[in-house]
């Protein structure tokens, strides 16, 4: 009966380790802050392909008392922020950076005004919104059949990372603030204004300093711990009106740009993860016997790891098909070298150590833009021969052995027939 | 005395100045007959077979239907076969169901075929008695409006029901503190559906009843109005309760409850129905009929009240060019868009850009045509720009319309030409005005490459005109670029001029320190121009600073470990050469030997023997045991070995050297002897 019990509780543990372990990616609970319940009817369409995809969402007007956090456990896995304004007295920019620590992702979406709340947050993030009351004007790229030409045709989309919009190449109508980006790796320009935009006062057009392409319209954080932050200077952009529009009568790519954007910032692709990792010796110049496991200076070892990349449509882990960073260091890099995967995502490469002996990294890393980090870290010492381990004969000593050897030889012959050598004289005598 | 009575005055004046006065800018814009038409879609698309909506709630979604498309003045297609089967599924249900009922009888009302359940009158009848009686707030008042639509239709009177104790129990409902209503007694909190329920029926049961006692209940009611809208929320232009339903049902009753008691007026004020109007505005793409529904019937109140009816002021056109610039005409409309008769003022026209400027026009009365209100700005000389104008508006009906302040934006568009540029550069900044140092740009051609030296600083000057005058447009900025780099840097603007003046510092931290030749174009936009993109040159940039790269990552490279290389050894057959010529004295001494020949006669014998061999066996040993650790051994096995055999070598030695000192003794003895 006591076993069954052990056996029941045992079980009930391991569900839920295993369940906050693999709770990381694929969470669904979102958290949607607007500035009153009913502009929920604005973004309809945005929230019923949230919800048709299976998310989860809280719907709370800014002015209520939401807890993202209690006791280190996250209430939320998305928040979504169409509350420009917002000044809320739990949802503060603390708040919401303590849960983009925790590896949770947020969705902010900004107007022509905006809260400190919501700058503080965009600032810790690496964008500086322009001041209140601008907005992005182009005198060129416009939507010519409204006289307003802070109504952009954008088609700046991101080119060094194609995961994030999955190769979207219809412009998008936007109306919204410019922000500024900061030259940062973790910082992605997903959509900005052209050569000939800028940013200008709302009143009267009169620009800022803030011009052409450094002027950012939809930026994204993709943070360490793989948690991703996106803003985007217009909350219109959401909207069902937004997702509507055409232009010279093809439709808008506002859906589209907006599904995928969304998409990737909910991590339902690029996040990856690495298990399988096997390093094993193949072959020692070590002449030793003695612990035949542990790696020798210019032992030749196999390595080998599984990658695997999260496919949030299917809700499950493929093999990630590419191409990974294997450094070996201690302090410096000793070894660097890139690995090819199979189409399992197997990355194996066989390597020779180094002749320095210490305790070694051995880092597999995928440095792609728009892909989670990857980080596979394992320490090993690497010792260096033992005093058995050097080869017993070298041939260019045998003339030092030979003569070492030939001396005890000739000593001990002469030795004797010194000492009993009997001289024939004395014989006759 | 008289100084405290100066300093009261000027409290007086001072708080006078400083309260907040309202000024009614009319709505921002209107639902216009293409909205109208977009719902009338959407209802179109949600009928399923002979009604609207789904299985479940098709009477309420019908209701919600034919409501909206009813109150638009919009014909509801298939009429006939919604009345049929709306009787048919109140018989079903034998007229029991108040809810049903109410939106049956509603259907019916509404399309005119009320009479199709005049035979059933009698158990309707039956079902309001009982809901007048004994039902929750809901139940009541939808039997109250049930009564009336019946009434209407001459299908039951007012003699049939105790209408007057219908209010006593509704009133009876109302929470004292909030103002709000519950359901029943025995509920302890009031919402706001509740409220707009109560609001309407008793609105409608004190214009049909008309009697003092019920006109008592009723101002009771209102006198907790103004809590009631304290739950109200609010932002710049728009005011609202919770939902859209529950602020276009609230708004209509407390709008229904204004026309018969004028108190409701002083809670209810023309800035709140502005706000709602806009409000309701916004919430134009209706994604349920529920909703359609109650977005007209908010609508609908702001179009018809005897509060405050909201009125927009529309401009025909607002681009001009300065050739065709001659009137500016508008119009007056409800929210709707239905052209409201009024006297339109233009009360100024000021550049946008200079909002506190001196107006370029001021107090002009427009004259009205129809319905369309125009000015004559043609000899205003308005230059190329956006300009505010701010209209008043007076409705010749003053009555149901209040006066509105608008403000318009118009745009006079043309061409500009870049005139008098220079590009010039020197080591400092006072020789860049030299003459020798500028090159002249003429409009439209292009400069040729231009090597810029490193310590030097470079300049761009130019004017920007638009018929010979002065123009300063919205953005000025010149972009430099080459295949991987690209900035665009705003120009400033002083004395009628723009210039910007480039250093090798700044720009190599804006390039990342990329040095080559990059493209310059001047960008001019402004929303009353058509806008120039001019490529004016094209310059050398060197930067001593490491180039920054263009890669989001840096690109590693392999490391390969460079092991350290073996010393060199001399050959194998170097290494036996010198082992033979190192052997070779030992050849020669064993040969020697051999030659001389050897004779081992002083070997000893007996005992001697015995202790000798074994010496020599025990040396040999040690020295087999050397070769032994040279060829496989370790130094732990052979020093084992080594001290055991020490023991016999040390004792075979003692005992051969004790027999020749006895030997050597006894023959120098026998020498003397």
């Known amino acids: ?429 | 005395m008289k100084l405290l009575l100066l300093l009261l005055l000027s409290i007086l004046i001072s708080i006078n100045y400083s309260a907040p006065t309202f000024t009614n800018r009319g709505i921002s814009s209107v639902y216009s007959k293409n909205d109208i038409n977009n719902l009338n879609r959407f209802i179109s698309t949600q009928k399923q077979g002979k009604l609207y909506g789904t299985d479940n709630q098709q009477l309420k979604d019908t209701f919600y239907a034919v409501g909206a498309l009813t109150r638009l003045g919009e014909s509801v297609s298939d009429a006939k076969t919604i009345c049929s089967t709306v009787k048919e599924q109140l018989e079903t249900n034998k007229f029991s169901d108040i809810e049903l009922l109410y939106n049956g009888v509603t259907i019916l009302s509404e399309l005119k075929c009320i009479e199709e359940i005049s035979s059933a009158s009698k158990k309707i009848q039956e079902t309001l008695k009982s809901k007048l009686q004994n039902g929750d707030l809901l139940e009541t008042t939808q039997a109250v409006n049930i009564v009336f639509t019946l009434q209407s239709a001459k299908l039951v009177t007012n003699d049939d029901f105790d209408l007057t104790s219908s209010v006593k129990r509704i009133v009876s409902l109302m929470v004292e503190d909030e103002g709000t209503f519950k359901s029943t007694e025995s509920d302890s909190e009031g919402t706001l559906l509740n409220t707009a329920a109560a609001y309407f029926a008793l609105a409608r049961l004190s214009h049909r009843l008309d009697n003092q006692e019920v006109d008592k209940q009723v101002a009771k009611v209102v006198h907790k109005m103004d809590t009631v809208i304290a739950n109200a929320e609010e932002t710049t232009d728009t005011l609202y309760f919770t939902d859209l339903q529950t602020t276009a049902s609230l708004f209509h009753s407390m709008l229904s409850l204004a026309s018969i008691n004028e108190k409701v007026a002083d809670f209810v004020s023309a800035k709140q129905v502005n706000q709602i109007a806009e409000y309701l505005l916004k919430q134009k793409n209706v994604e349920s009929l529920s909703n359609a529904y109650y977005l007209i019937v908010g609508l609908k109140k702001c179009q018809k009240n005897s509060v405050s009816q909201p009125l927009s002021l529309t401009l025909e056109k607002s681009i001009f060019s300065p050739s065709n610039l001659a009137t500016v005409d508008a119009f007056v409309t409800d929210i709707f868009g239905q052209n409201i008769p009024a006297t339109v003022n233009v009360n100024k026209i000021v550049s946008s850009k200079a909002p506190r400027s001196t107006p370029v026009l001021s107090d002009k009365k427009m004259t009205t045509t129809g319905n369309k209100h125009s000015i004559d700005v043609s000899n205003e000389n308005l230059k190329l720009g956006l300009y505010n104008i701010e209209f008043k508006v007076v409705p010749t009906d003053n009555e149901d319309y209040a006066e509105i302040t608008s403000t318009q934006v118009i745009t006079i568009t043309g061409s500009i030409t870049v005139d008098d540029m220079k590009f010039s550069f020197a080591p400092k900044a006072d020789q860049l005005g030299s003459p020798k140092n500028s090159q002249d740009v003429v409009f439209g051609k292009k400069l040729s490459l231009v090597d810029i030296p490193a310590n030097n600083l470079a300049r761009v000057f130019f004017r920007i005109n638009s018929d010979k005058q002065v123009f300063v447009p919205q953005q000025v900025g010149i972009r430099f670029y080459s295949p991987s780099r690209e900035i665009v840097v705003p120009v400033t603007h002083s004395a009628e001029s723009f210039s910007y003046t480039l250093t090798n510092k700044e720009m190599g931290k804006l390039l990342g320190y990329q040095s080559g030749n990059y493209q310059m174009d001047l960008i001019v936009g402004d929303q009353s121009i058509t806008p120039l993109q001019w490529n004016f040159g094209e310059i050398n940039l060197k930067f001593s600073q490491k180039t920054q790269p263009t890669s989001r990552y840096t690109e590693n490279q392999p490391i390969v470990h460079a092991f350290r290389q073996p010393e060199k050894r001399p050959p194998q057959s170097v290494s036996n050469l010198f082992t033979l010529l190192v052997l070779s004295p030992a050849a020669i001494f064993l040969l020697g030997i051999f030659v001389v020949g050897f004779n081992l006669g002083k070997f000893p014998t007996g005992m001697g023997f015995i202790w000798t061999m074994g010496f020599i066996a025990s040396v040999s040993s040690i020295a087999l045991l050397i070769i032994n650790y040279w060829i496989h051994s370790t130094m732990d096995v052979t020093l084992k070995r080594l001290a055991l055999l020490l023991i016999p070598t040390i004792f075979f030695g003692h005992r051969s050297m004790s027999y020749y000192y006895n030997k050597y003794n006894t023959e120098k003895e026998i020498k003397k002897d």
């Open chain 1, 1 to 429: 009966m006591m076993m069954i019990k052990s056996i029941f509780v045992s079980f009930i543990i391991a569900s839920v380790l295993l369940t906050s372990v693999f709770a990381e990616v694929g969470g669904k609970r979102t958290l949607v802050v607007l500035e009153n319940l009913s502009q929920k009817n604005l973004y309809s369409t945005f929230f019923k392909t949230l919800e048709k995809k299976g998310y989860e969402l809280d719907f709370q007007p800014a002015t209520t008392e939401v807890v993202l956090e209690k006791y280190g456990d996250f209430n939320y896995d998305h928040l979504v922020l169409f509350a420009p304004t917002l000044e809320s007295k739990t949802i503060t920019s603390n708040a919401v950076l303590n849960f983009i620590d925790g590896g949770n992702n947020v969705l902010i979406a900004g107007s022509n005004k905006i809260s400190e709340t919501i700058r503080d947050i965009a600032q810790e993030c690496g964008m500086d919104i322009e001041e209140d009351n601008t907005l992005v004007y182009d005198h060129f790229n416009y939507d010519k059949s409204q006289p307003d030409h802070s109504l952009l045709v954008a088609d700046q989309f991101i080119q060094d990372s194609p995961i994030i919009l999955q190769g979207l190449d219809k412009p998008v109508i936007y109306k919204g603030i410019g922000h500024k980006i900061r030259s940062n790796p973790l910082n992605f320009a997903v959509l900005t204004g052209s050569s000939t935009a800028y940013s200008g006062k709302k009143t009267n057009g009169a620009s800022t300093k803030l011009m052409g392409k450094s002027c950012g319209l939809v930026s994204s954080l993709q943070a360490r711990n793989n948690a991703r932050v996106t803003f985007s200077g217009s909350i219109e952009l959401f909207t069902d009106k937004s997702f509507g529009t055409t232009l010279e009568k093809n439709q808008s790519g506002n859906k589209e740009f907006v599904e995928n954007l969304v998409s990737w910032t909910f991590q339902e692709r690029g996040i990856l993860r690495s298990s399988q990792l096997e390093l094993v010796k193949i072959s020692t110049e070590s002449n030793s016997t003695v612990a035949p496991d542990v790696f020798t200076i210019k032992d030749e070892v196999s390595y080998s790891l599984k990658v695997e990349e999260y496919d949030g449509v299917k809700n499950e882990w493929v093999p990630y098909v590419s191409q990974i960073q294997l450094e070996v260091i201690m302090l410096d890099p000793y070894i660097r070298t890139f690995i090819k995967g199979d189409s399992k995502g197997i990355y194996k490469i066989n390597i020779k150590l180094p002749d320095v002996y210490g305790v070694f990294t051995f880092e597999a890393t995928v440095q792609k833009p728009g892909y989670g980090q990857l980080e596979h870290i394992i320490r090993k010492p690497i010792v260096p021969f033992r005093h058995d381990s050097y080869e017993r004969f070298i041939p260019a000593a045998f003339p030092y052995y030979a003569a070492c050897f030939s001396m005890i030889i000739g000593t001990f012959i002469f030795s004797i027939i010194f000492l009993f050598n009997k001289d024939p004289k004395h014989i006759q005598i």
